[in-house]
């Protein structure tokens, strides 16, 4: 797919006064006369110098128009979290026809977080394009952020959603920065923008939106089209997690009661899928608009989410765990001019899209971040821009894997999973104690120590006195625990 810029000019008009029947030709001049010498030699000369402008006018059509940019970040969204992506459960027509037009990143994460608040370390990554080991980049505003770029590129800018949990510090970047409670307003507040400054600047639109994040908010009609009965059971499902992972009993898994039950587990994925599908909605009020103001066909999207969630998996709910239907593992769709239709293997990082869009819009990318572009991807000229993901969670959880194996670490209690997950994309079967594996263990323990000295992660992955392995869920569990986090 090529990258046709809109024309400058939409239509020649001809006025119909000035056109000829087919056939005949503009008659020559009756006569002729020549001007005295020197006023013919002052001709040449102004239009000797009036010409270089004249050119560059006409070249004017040729340059591309930047194009707009629609960030959609939805709080919590798994990658399977839209229908489009593989999920028959979940019904989101209008981010279906999106994502059926776009490339779609099946192995982007979230790089890390070294606090339980995932949300936070994930958009800050996003808006400064540093990981959190970083410590000269990572949310210290010393460094441009997405919007500051953008902006110094000409767009007007627009964050519309989530303020808790969330770097308001950051957002403040933006133009403007507003707090629309929920998809309803957040898509109003980009609407009216639209409407404001379409057609005089190219636009950066960020629609960061509340939903799924719990309670999994949405207006009746929504709660109404799915049933607890028809959900589905993850096939990794647990009642409990079998061991400590470091964040067992955090607010997120404290949303469901202990031991999970399955009937449990059906009534809060409905009511996530309740919430994406009015997500859903509000979107598309969103296109509508870009379709109704000429924009469309000359925006990017991105459909992304801040961070991952486990709806059962491993006994777990939350999203402060590393397991690929965990809390790092989200999706991640580009659509627009310029980017063809498929899915890729390719790994990523939410970070990347700050650079990857300020090279699909020609706009410089800042000096000393850690994130990569991947519009070498996106243009087809290279197939990966990273060998391995390397995801961490505080000083609990390590995780490396390649487009093969996992390796987790839990160095508090100095355990290990090694996963195939080629042949066990569920994360069934630790083989990290099988004589067959020792090599592979190995392997993937060094791989883990280099992307830490990589990245400057300085946690150890060994424990001289680890934590007992063993625990019991709290005697008195709150269900419906909700908040920012
Ligand atoms: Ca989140």
Request: glycine share 8%; proline share 9%; hydrophobic share 40%.
């Amino acid at each position: 797919m090529t990258y046709h810029p809109r024309p400058l000019f939409r239509h020649r008009f001809v006025p119909a006064s000035c056109a000829l029947p087919r056939g005949e030709r503009l008659a020559a001049p009756a006569a002729s006369f020549r001007l005295p010498a020197l006023v013919r030699l002052w001709v040449w000369v102004i239009l000797a110098l009036a010409l270089p402008a004249v050119a560059a006018d006409l070249a004017l059509p040729t340059v591309p128009k930047k194009p707009n940019i629609l960030f959609l970040l939805a709080d919590d969204l798994r990658p399977d979290g839209i229908g489009a992506l593989g999920n028959p459960f979940v019904k989101t027509p209008n981010l279906d026809k999106l994502v059926e037009r776009g490339l779609a990143f099946r192995h982007a994460y979230v790089f890390g977080a070294h606090i339980g608040s995932v949300c936070v370390p994930s958009r800050t990554m996003i808006y400064t394009g540093c990981q959190v080991f970083n410590h000269k980049g990572y949310g210290n505003g010393q460094t441009t952020t997405f919007p500051q770029a953008l902006k110094a590129a000409g767009y007007a800018t627009i964050r519309s959603g989530k303020f808790g949990a969330n770097p308001n510090d950051l957002c403040k970047t933006f133009d403007v920065h507003l707090n629309g409670y929920n998809s309803e307003k957040n898509a109003s507040n980009i609407i009216a923008f639209i409407h404001e400054h379409a057609g005089k600047q190219p636009l950066f639109l960020h629609m960061a939106s509340n939903e799924p994040h719990d309670p999994q908010f949405a207006p009746p009609e929504f709660y109404s089209l799915y049933k607890p009965e028809d959900m589905p059971i993850p096939p990794n499902f647990r009642a409990q997690h079998p061991f400590d992972n470091g964040e067992i009993i955090i607010r997120d898994e404290q949303t469901l009661p202990w031991p999970r039950t399955r009937a449990d587990l059906a009534g809060k994925l409905a009511r996530y899928y309740a919430s994406i599908s009015y997500w859903d909605e509000h979107v598309g009020r969103i296109i509508q608009t870009l379709k109704e103001t000429g924009e469309f066909e000359n925006t990017i999207i991105i459909i992304a989410g801040d961070n991952g969630l486990s709806l059962g998996e491993q006994g777990l709910l939350g999203k402060q765990n590393v397991y690929e239907f965990g809390g790092m593992h989200v999706p991640l769709v580009f659509v627009g001019p310029g980017i063809p239709k498929g899915k890729t293997d390719a790994f990523a990082y939410l970070m990347d899209i700050f650079p990857t869009v300020c090279e699909l819009t020609g706009t410089a990318i800042p000096a000393g971040i850690d994130a990569k572009s991947l519009a070498p991807i996106i243009a087809g000229k290279s197939a990966k821009v990273r060998d391995y993901a390397f995801t961490s969670y505080t000083d609990a959880q390590r995780a490396i894997r390649d487009q093969r194996w996992k390796l987790i670490r839990y160095p508090k209690i100095n355990f290990s999973q090694l996963f195939d997950l080629q042949n066990d994309p569920h994360e069934l079967t630790n083989l990290a104690e099988h004589p067959a594996q020792a090599g592979k263990l190995k392997q993937m323990m060094a791989l883990l120590q280099q992307a830490q000295q990589q990245y400057g992660d300085t946690a150890p992955l060994t424990s001289e006195h680890p934590l007992d392995a063993k625990w019991s869920p709290p005697v008195k569990t709150a269900a419906a625990k909700t908040g920012p986090l």
